[in-house]
């Protein structure tokens, strides 16, 4: 009999992860945070569909030259391409321009969900990851572009961070319309010239100019092809993207707003491009200033935990005409790194209390004490694995669980219980081998009446 050896490889494809509670614990934390401060500002929630048709999405990512234009696609029966969403503003056009007629204007949304990246990984950078996204229809004023802003920092400070750790930076993506100009760059450039410029956090203005002109080597051999540019080209761009003394309108607009929050971290850089093409007037990013570790154990910069900007002819693609339309992504799973490394963010989960199961013929009496834990608004599993107290103890020791309840056969016959605190006395269980000795030992240990179960173990757990 020959043997079967084309059993699967239990292994994630590059560029994916496995979300635990950890992760997802604290995912919940910030963007409950974030979704209380859209609400202050009148945004109301909305889910898109994760798919797509591909031409719905467009061809707007930053690695459009590559197969596929970065997106994971796939044909359906009737021979139609469909495609993961990439980011949460297409699917919102498509939704807007189907939805026009009904929607109550200016329209303001907000959504959290995972978007897909057909790119390629690194460290710290996945194919799939989620993104939390704020964003407002049918408002032409820029004056709405500066309070998203504003509306951004109220988010970062209350998860923690102070104004010196990070900034807001803004620019129009108008203002280099006249540069194009003055370098006699053709349309077809212009995109590969700001997605160069905006990799400027990352390049530093060396590496910039290397994309700009003849292309780059990364650190992993890989070689990025450049622009094509010449050295005198290169050089006016790169005193361009330094020029903080610009101007215009829709920046005078802004700017109009923002004079009312004197003391907000928000400034103006005309390197702020922002990748996608898309933008068509105001941009803006929030950056992290902080060092912070990376896989390698090397320090360094944090960069952008956020973006977003103005995208006036994205619904018109759609046979509608021109809609204003704004929005700011913040990039969720970046920021709780950060968070993480700053020590502003903890993972908190409800009480968990486990019933310790030492025979089957008490099933009836752990159920009714589950009961009473769980409407108490503790969490409570019964114990359905071994009998033996000590490989219990153990599971409750790797569970992280807070407290465990003991009740054999003399006890409930008494009508008493046994609890033990398991913060106060966890390195003691690991050691027990048996129910004698765990009798025998008192560290967070107590002896309480089977009526005082729920107001003993809420002192317990301090709740």
């Known amino acids: 009999m020959t043997k079967n050896n084309n059993k699967p490889k239990a292994i994630l494809p590059r560029g994916f992860k496995d979300s635990e509670k950890q992760l997802l614990t604290l995912r919940k934390i910030v963007t409950e945070v974030i979704e209380e401060e859209c609400q202050k500002f009148g945004f109301v929630e909305l889910e898109t569909s994760s798919i797509e048709y591909t031409d719905s999405l467009g061809k707007f990512l930053p690695d459009i030259d590559r197969p596929s234009g970065g997106v994971f696609s796939l044909q ?31 329209f303001k949304r907000y959504q959290s969900g995972i978007v897909w990246r057909n790119e390629k990984p ?16 049918g408002i032409q004023s820029n004056l709405i572009d500066a309070e998203l802003c504003v509306m951004v920092v109220n988010i970062l400070r209350r998860l923690g961070l102070n104004d010196s750790q990070f900034k807001i930076k803004y620019s129009n993506r108008k203002i280099w319309t006249s540069l194009f100009e003055k370098i006699k760059a053709s349309k077809e450039v212009e995109s ?4 160069a410029v905006d990799k400027k956090d990352r390049l530093g203005d060396e590496g910039v100019k290397e994309l700009l002109c003849e292309g780059r080597k990364d650190k992993s051999g890989d070689f990025m092809e450049g622009v094509g540019l010449d050295n005198e080209q290169a050089s006016m761009i790169l005193d361009f993207m330094n020029d903080q003394k610009q101007t215009s309108d829709d920046i005078d607009e802004f700017n109009s707003y923002l004079e009312n929050f004197a003391d907000y971290p928000i400034s103006f850089d005309p390197s702020i491009v922002r990748g996608l093409d898309y933008y068509t007037g105001m941009i803006f990013e929030a950056e992290l200033l902080i060092d912070v570790k990376n896989t390698k154990g090397e320090t360094i910069v944090f960069g952008s935990v956020a973006g977003g900007g103005r995208y006036d002819k994205l619904i018109s693609r759609f046979g509608k005409e021109d809609v204003p339309a704004t929005g700011i992504s913040v990039g969720v799973d970046r920021l709780i790194v950060a968070l993480e490394q700053l020590d502003l963010i903890k993972a908190k989960s409800r009480p968990l209390v486990i019933v310790a199961n030492l025979g089957d013929n008490n099933l009836s009496e752990y159920i009714r004490m589950a009961s009473e ?10 114990s359905f694995g071994s009998k033996n107290l000590a490989k219990q103890l153990k599971y409750c020791d790797r569970k992280q669980a807070d407290a465990v309840v003991i009740a054999g056969d ?25 129910r004698e000795e765990w009798k025998e030992t008192k560290a967070g240990q107590k002896e309480v009446i089977r009526e005082d179960l729920v107001s003993a173990l809420k002192e317990i757990l301090k709740i």
């Open 192 to 195: 590969k010239i700001l997605r």
């Open 373 to 382: 834990i769980r409407d108490a608004g503790m969490a409570c599993e019964i």
């Open 122 to 137: 690194g460290p710290g950078r996945f194919r799939e990851f989620l993104q939390f996204d704020a964003d407002v229809i």
């Open 76 to 106: 359906d029966e009737d021979g139609q391409w469909l495609s993961l969403r990439y980011d949460l503003t297409a699917p919102l056009a498509r939704y807007v321009a189907q939805n026009y007629q009904n929607l109550v204007k200016p």
């Open 410 to 434: 003399d006890e409930i016959k008494n009508n008493k219980i046994s609890l033990k605190d398991l913060k106060e006395g966890s390195e003691i269980s690991k050691n027990i081998t048996g």
